[in-house]
């Protein structure tokens, strides 16, 4: 009994060896390219929409699919109309603000998904306006966008901002 026992683990390992191989094939097996370069430029014309503050354009960019997350400010918000209705609250703020785009970084997660990240900086449109205080915050904004039949589409989003840590003072 043992015997047959441990003849069945040498295949039982190949076969999970395959597995494992065939699973990181499909997961890094996007096309390095032309899905990356749709992304980066999917992720800057929605950046444009928000800097803009056009809610409808925004939300063109965003998949119908009920699991769709972003993450901004500590809150969660799931689904498209919440979304919608999150980042609406933040319009009126956008006609006193501009984003000024570092360089947008893209890495494929397989064959019809991709990771932006894009590195922002926010600041007051007019330096003379003295509504709002002066202001500078430093942002990462990441995106995963995943690939449909017309075009690519956000399923999550993150907005991380960089805090300076205390001094002391």
Known sequence: MDGDRNSKKPGMMVRFAL???????VLFAAEPGENRVAASQAARDYMAAIDDGDLDRQMEFWSQDPGVT?????????????IRARSAEYVPVSKHMRNELGEVMEMPLGQDTVLTIVPYRSVRRNPEDERLKPFELESMLTLIWKQTVQDWRIIHEHVSVKIAPPTGK
């Open 70 to 82: 972003s993450v901004i400010m500590g809150e969660i918000w799931q689904g498209k109309t919440n």
């Open 19 to 25: 597995y494992l191989l065939l699973g990181a094939a």
